[in-house]
């Protein structure tokens, strides 16, 4: 049996992007409770989302440097399933809501892993993308996939300028527990685009297959 790499579609901001998403296949949807993002949304706005959301769909919470009352306060709002961290949090801050968490890793060299790997051992997985020195996550942007680990101790989810074109490619070159996409599956910033998704996960499947 094939190995099956699961696929979160991230910064969801509207209800009918979220079903397409299910209905193309994704595990997890991501929603961006980081203001300063073109793909941010309010409590109110996931809640209208979650609404659609039908069972066994993981929703993954991201933050960038929150303040712990605000992370407690979507907590205590949304029914999240894993917090997804994309700031400078420490071990202590992102384990301290009782919740799975990803902590997410902008690789620069290949030790870059390792080391989030030894400091996040509580996470449930960490998530490699590009780095950027304006940008904490959807810069559209690749990194070199060489500087992954063939082994790690922690779930890799790959993210950084997936998309449809590059994502076969991706899962045979690094063979990751997930993969992670946002503006590669998107007309504009915030709003999916359903043809790019459903490309997307076929393309995913057909490296699964091989």
Same mark, same amino acid.
């Given at each position: 049996m094939s190995f099956r790499t699961r696929v979160k579609i991230c910064g969801i901001t509207q209800a009918d992007n979220a079903v397409a998403a299910i209905s193309a296949g994704a595990d997890a949807l991501g929603f961006v409770f980081y203001e300063p993002s073109p793909r941010y949304v309010n409590i109110d706005q996931a809640k209208n989302i979650f609404n659609k959301i039908s069972p066994f769909i993981n929703k993954v919470a991201l933050f960038v440097n929150a303040e712990h009352d605000y992370v407690s306060s979507i907590l205590n709002n949304l029914n999240i399933d894993v917090l997804q961290f994309?700031? @400078?949090?420490?071990?202590a801050f992102c384990r301290s809501f009782n919740t799975p968490y990803l902590k997410a890793v902008r690789i620069q060299e290949a030790a870059?892993?390792?080391k989030a =790997?030894? /400091?996040f051992? /509580? $996470?449930?997985? *960490?998530? =490699? @993308? $590009?780095? @950027?020195?304006?940008?904490?996550?959807g810069t559209g942007k690749t990194f070199n996939w060489d500087l992954l #680990?063939? +082994?790690?101790? %922690? #779930? *890799?989810i790959l993210a950084g300028g997936l998309n449809d074109k590059n994502i076969y490619q991706a899962i045979h070159a690094t063979r990751p527990y997930a993969v992670d996409v946002s503006s590669g599956v998107e007309k504009s910033k915030g709003v999916k685009d359903h $043809? %790019?998704?459903e490309q997307?996960?076929?393309? =995913? +499947?057909? $490296?699964?297959?091989e």
């Open positions: 994309h700031g @400078d949090e420490d071990e870059d892993v390792q =790997v030894t /400091s051992a /509580s $996470a449930s997985g *960490i998530l =490699v @993308d $590009a780095y @950027d020195q304006t940008q904490y996550g #680990p063939n +082994k790690c101790d %922690l #779930p *890799i $043809a %790019l998704i997307f996960m076929h393309e =995913v +499947k057909r $490296a699964d297959n």
